[in-house]
């Protein structure tokens, strides 16, 4: 009776597979100290039906060799299918000769999955994120990265080579050869730490690259805040010329309401009777329902302009600022913003999100940071002081006395002498 053949076994001296006649042979190699021997047969094609690559390696758990398959997709050409062939076997005969085990792992070879489909399948996740903004950014960056990947000599393939020298390289090519800022790139690593994960979830990898890449120091934001003249100045422009957007503006100011969430906003969403206007869950970048404190200077612009003269399912600005039945983006304020700011021979550092920063600061010197950070909705107090830049000198302290003061009746201070 002809005897089963046992699983061929790849040798660094070059032993026969004569010299493996029985598993219990095997067994003795392979729990020995012979280092030497590697359990593993050599990648193979199988055409057929379905085109696949297999080898068998060693399985600990079951004691056994175990066969493993990589299915080629059937949609391919007979070449492409030929030339992903030859890529699967390159792949998995370095990656066997270096050690790997697929059962010991649990890889489940999902990291031979082609890099490029990773990103569809990350694109279509993207595509059903609720923010339009989010979904153009990160629309933005997968472009980007697909840009640095057709650019390298050897470019990415598969999933298993997004490592940390592949992460490295890209954010390095986004600080210095697009010269981006220090902000734009930790933004890009906080992006790509975000895909990291979605790969891990998957099991394309298993560790997270891009955690021991360190985030830079940024230097001081480019957007400035407006000074108190500048505001007026504002004020006088905007009354004259345009008081639609100038109830934009106050918006931005007082509410301290996000440009993307004004422009969803609806006149039944105001209520003047709280003074108030409700920012729903549907809209808002947190994701939560909250009611924002309305300024009685806003009120009463809107009651010149006739706003509550629309219906309450009208967004609040339609075209030229009006209420309308049609949504406007949101960019329609940055863009009526810089005509203004042509006008008013301002610097481009002095952006329609501004109104926010001095509004902030603004209402946190007259009422405390707490009221500031609950009316712009911030999680933390540390989120709210990232808003209120440093002016040097604070002339109101020069003469701020406190309470741990002393006065004599004659008491002088001599500062002749500095």
């Not at 990291?196 to 890449?213: D, G, Q, S, Y």
Request: aromatic content about 12%; proline content about 4%.
């Amino acid at each position: 009776m002809r005897q089963k053949q046992l699983p061929l076994v790849i040798v660094c001296d070059m032993l026969t597979y004569s010299n493996f006649k029985t598993k219990k042979m095997y067994s003795k190699f392979r729990n020995g100290n012979c280092s030497n021997i590697v359990g593993y047969t050599p990648p193979t094609l199988h055409k057929g039906v379905r085109w696949f690559v297999d080898f068998t390696a060693w399985d600990p758990a079951r004691d056994a060799m175990r066969r493993k398959r990589c299915y080629i997709k059937d949609s391919l050409s007979v070449p492409a299918k030929k030339q992903r062939a030859s890529e699967i076997i390159a792949a998995l005969t370095k990656l066997l000769s270096q050690g790997w085990n697929p059962w010991v792992t649990n890889d489940e070879s999902r990291g031979f999955v082609l890099f490029d489909n990773c990103l569809e399948h990350f694109s279509e996740y993207v595509e059903r994120m609720d923010r339009k903004k989010t979904r153009q950014d990160y629309s933005s960056r997968i472009s980007v990265l697909r840009e640095f990947i057709a650019q390298q000599t050897n470019p990415i393939k598969y999933a298993y080579q997004f490592d940390v020298t592949f992460c490295t390289d890209f954010i390095d090519w986004i600080y210095l050869d697009r010269e981006s800022s220090a902000r734009t790139r930790n933004n890009y690593r906080v992006w790509l730490y975000g895909l990291a994960e979605f790969l891990i979830a998957r099991k394309h990898i298993m560790t997270n690259p891009v955690e021991n890449i360190k985030v830079l120091p940024e230097h001081e934001k480019f957007r400035k805040d407006l000074s108190p003249l500048m505001l007026k100045q504002m004020a006088v422009h905007l009354n004259k010329v345009d008081k639609p957007f100038f109830l934009a503006c106050m918006m931005q100011y007082y509410t301290l309401i996000r440009p993307g969430e004004m422009s969803n906003l609806k006149i039944g969403d105001i209520s003047i009777k709280d003074q108030s206007i409700f920012v729903s869950k549907e809209i808002s970048k947190n994701r939560k329902d909250a009611a924002v404190g309305l300024n009685a200077m806003i009120i009463k612009l809107m009651l010149d302009l006739g706003t509550f003269n629309y219906p309450n399912n009208y967004y609040l600005f339609g075209p030229k600022f009006m209420p309308s039945e049609e949504k406007f983006s949101s960019q329609q304020f940055n863009n009526r913003w810089r005509t203004m700011r042509k006008a008013l021979k301002w610097d481009k550092c002095y952006q329609f999100y501004s109104l926010k920063d001095s509004g902030i600061r603004d209402l946190a010197n007259a009422h405390g940071v707490v009221v500031a950070r609950d009316q712009a909705r911030h999680s933390d107090i540390s989120t709210t002081n990232r808003y209120i830049q440093r002016h040097g000198v604070q002339h109101e302290t020069l003469n701020f006395e406190g309470n741990l003061v002393y006065k004599e009746k004659h008491c002088k201070v001599d500062l002749s002498y500095i």
